[in-house]
T-cell receptor, first 110, second 115 residues
Framework: QKEVEQNSGPLSVPEGAIASLNCTYSDRGSQSFFWYRQYSGKSPELIMFIYSNGDKEDGRFTAQLNKASQYVSLLIRDSQPSDSATYLC??????????FGGGTRLMVKP | DAGVIQSPRHEVTEMGQEVTLRCKPISGHDYLFWYRQTMMRGLELLIYFNNNVPIDDSGMPEDRFSAKMPNASFSTLKIQPSEPRDSAVYFCASNTLARLYNEQFFGPGTRLTVL
């Protein structure tokens, strides 16, 4: 069973702080990693993807990948109340399929 | 450019009835995915198609569920007979490997309630 694990939260951070979301995966053969954001009642939308070890930055978002530790994270700098959502980690480990984690609910308090 | 289109957006039915969910993928995408999302089980892949052919249906919960893709622009997910435990949000997603990365684009979902 290929698994993707996330802390369900809620993770509560004050506005302007850094939010750190974590994800671990079980399949060492996993090749690509995605972070989706899902607002309540809406569909998931992609915010970051990463293939290589290290950091990848896009605006206020930074994705970090450590394949040796089978660990991927998402940092959100200068968190805003509009960032409050559930963040889903997804892993591509076979063909074109994605395995999703259970999601971490983030709450950013004004 | 239109995204993934799903219909209906909401469906309320009674146990034992047949339910048909519909999806139109993004034009040019050759992969189509059906997911189910519940609080308990999260987002689960049910089945996916490549060039209209089912590739992996190992996530389909049981014989009551069936999916078809008669052409590149249309797919259906059918539940017959429906049961209360089928209540969930069903998402359709599509992508193509012709892009640099295999991001999946999700439709708005169908919220199914089986009474």
């Amino acid at each position: 069973q290929k698994e993707v694990e996330q802390n369900s939260g809620p993770l509560s951070v004050p506005e302007g702080a850094i939010a750190s979301l974590n994800c671990t995966y079980s399949d060492r053969g996993s090749q690509s990693f995605f972070w989706y954001r899902q607002y309540s009642g809406k569909s998931p939308e992609l915010i970051m993807f990463i293939y290589s070890n290290g950091d990848k930055e896009d605006g206020r978002f930074t994705a970090q990948l450590n394949k040796a530790s089978q660990y991927v994270s998402l940092l959100i700098r200068d968190s805003q109340p509009s960032d409050s959502a559930t963040y889903l980690c997804a892993v591509n480990n076979a063909g074109n399929m994605l395995t999703f984690g259970g999601g971490t609910r983030l709450m950013v308090k004004p | 450019d239109a995204g993934v289109i799903q219909s209906p957006r909401h469906e309320v039915t009674e146990m034992g009835q047949e339910v048909t969910l519909r999806c139109k993928p993004i034009s040019g995408h050759d992969y189509l995915f059906w997911y189910r999302q519940t609080m308990m089980r999260g987002l689960e892949l049910l089945i996916y198609f490549n060039n209209n052919v089912p590739i992996d249906d190992s996530g389909m919960p049981e014989d009551r569920f069936s999916a078809k893709m008669p052409n590149a622009s249309f797919s259906t997910l059918k539940i017959q007979p429906s049961e209360p435990r089928d209540s969930a949000v069903y998402f359709c997603a599509s992508n193509t490997l012709a892009r640099l990365y295999n991001e999946q684009f999700f439709g708005p979902g169908t919220r199914l309630t089986v009474l």
